[in-house]
């Protein structure tokens, strides 16, 4: 089952808190998902990281330069299922 991510709060050094649709909330770090290459590249500067929010219409995380993450696998992240 998917659920959207509906809250991201930016806490310290690459990790945010998530909490999605169903109430589930945690935090991922994303240093260990995300390889700061390519488009996740800008990543790497913290005031740009803290840039993050919620896109409703995707019901994931995104950034302005089109990153994003996809919300089933955060979702396992945070009920302990990977990473």
């Not at 935090?27 to 700061?36: L, M, S």
């Not at 800008?42 to 919620?54: G, I, N, P």
């Amino acid at each position: 089952m998917l659920f959207d991510v509906v809250e991201v709060k930016v806490i310290e050094n690459y990790k945010l808190f998530l909490r999605f649709e169903n109430d589930v909330q945690g935090e991922v770090d994303i240093t260990k998902i995300v390889p700061f290459k390519g488009i996740f590249s800008k990543l790497k500067d913290k005031e740009y990281f803290a840039t993050v929010y919620v896109n409703k219409e995707l019901g994931t995380i995104v950034w302005d330069n089109g990153a994003d993450l996809s919300p089933s696998y955060l979702y396992s992240i945070v009920i302990n299922k990977v990473a």
